[in-house]
């Protein structure tokens, strides 16, 4: 059974930072993209950042534009990625998902794992 852990959310505020891992099992992650997405209150759900396979032991990170700078993902292995959260802002506050994907993928319907998502909270 595939299964997608995520840890580090919580409540923080603006200029602060937090740290999300996910740590992934139950089949190989080898050349899957791990990455992140987010879901704030009354919106859909988006990209936030992904590390896609390039060769054994590399990985292409990509972001979204709003998080440029200031959000930084890498990837530990095949199956732990992480992402360095910085100058967090109050529209960084979203429930913020763990996902995998065969292949490179940065829109939603590539992903098909998906973690619970922790509450990221940024006060003003």
């Known amino acids: 059974q595939v299964q997608l852990a995520e840890s580090g959310g919580g409540l923080v505020q603006a200029g602060g930072s937090l740290r999300l891992s996910c740590a992934a099992s139950?089949?190989?992650?080898?050349?899957?993209?791990m990455g992140w997405f987010r879901q704030a209150p009354g919106k859909e759900r988006e990209f936030v950042a992904t590390?896609?396979?390039?060769?054994?032991?590399?990985?292409?990170a990509e972001y979204a534009d709003s998080v440029k700078g200031r959000f930084t993902i890498s990837r530990e292995n095949a199956t732990m990625v992480y992402m360095q959260m910085n100058s967090l802002k109050p529209e960084d506050t979203a429930v913020y998902y763990c996902?995998?994907?065969?292949?490179?993928?940065?829109?939603?319907?590539?992903?098909?794992?998906w973690g619970q998502g922790p509450q990221v909270t940024v006060s003003s």
């Open positions: 139950g089949r190989t992650f080898s050349n899957y993209a």
């Open positions: 590390t896609s396979w390039v060769r054994t032991s590399a990985y292409l």
């Open positions: 996902a995998a994907a065969n292949g490179r993928a940065t829109l939603e319907r590539q992903y098909e794992y």
